[in-house]
């Protein structure tokens, strides 16, 4: 898919995650899956950590507004700020919130999941909305950015959450797009997938700049159809 047209301000280089070869393989993963996804029907597309925006806003221009809502979760104020503006630059309609993952969310309501979560490896662990919104507030900037790629033990302390609570969340009906590191160990993932009740498989692959990028499509092992 076409990148969206985003606009960053000098000071949004500190704090919000700029596209990078990450979010391009997304992008390239979900052209692929367009017919797919439009299969679905998809009520509720739902992006965590939609940063600069591009990936949100590029779906939701391929997505009936009548038909899929698309929101963002973003632990970030100033990522959900350029979410809205990448959406008004673009004329595609998509809600941000400023929340820690999907924790707020009612079961089982999304159809159509996507994350680019910070999956370095790193020793640094991750901290709770309130920290996330004090360390904005006080100005570090460049701290706030950390958050985007810094991932805690195997790049995966953030991924890990979302995938214990995939089962609650995901739609019986639903598609999960998920993007690895090799260092996230994405065999592993696929393999505790496949032993509770959902299936996946490694849908792009791409080797940049000494990363090994990896897009994950994951889905129910049983799935009820529209
Ligand atoms: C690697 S960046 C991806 C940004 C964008 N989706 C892209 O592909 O360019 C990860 C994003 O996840 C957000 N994030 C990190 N932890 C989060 C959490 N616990 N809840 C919601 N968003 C989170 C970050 O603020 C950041 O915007």
Not at 1 to 8: G, L
Not at 86 to 106: E, I, K, Q
């Amino acid at each position: 898919m076409e990148t969206p047209v985003y606009k960053f301000e000098p000071h949004d280089y500190d704090t919000v995650y700029e596209p990078a070869e990450d979010t391009f393989l997304l992008l390239d993963a979900l052209e692929e899956e367009l017919d797919a996804i439009a299969a679905r029907k998809p009520s509720l597309c739902v992006e965590i950590g939609p940063g600069s925006g591009v990936v949100l806003v590029a779906l939701s221009k391929h997505l009936p507004v009548a038909q899929t809502h698309c929101i963002g979760f973003d632990i970030n104020p100033n990522a959900c700020r350029m979410t809205q503006k990448t959406s008004r630059l673009n004329g595609a309609p998509v809600d941000v919130v400023n929340m820690d993952l999907l924790a707020g969310l009612r079961p089982a309501c999304i159809d159509l999941l996507v994350f680019n979560p910070p999956y370095v490896p790193t020793q640094q662990t991750t901290v709770s909305l309130e920290e996330h919104i004090d360390e904005f507030n006080s100005s570090k900037e460049g701290q706030t950015l950390v958050h985007s790629w810094a991932g805690g033990a195997d790049g995966r302390v953030v991924t890990d959450r979302v995938l214990t609570d995939l089962h609650r969340i995901l739609a019986p009906d639903g598609l999960f797009y998920l993007l690895l590191l090799k260092e996230n160990k994405p065999e592993e993932v696929l393999k505790q997938l496949n032993e509770s009740h959902f299936r996946g498989s490694i849908i792009k692959e791409r080797r940049i700049r000494g990363e090994h990028l990896y897009v994950l499509r994951i889905e129910r092992s049983e799935r009820s159809t529209k």
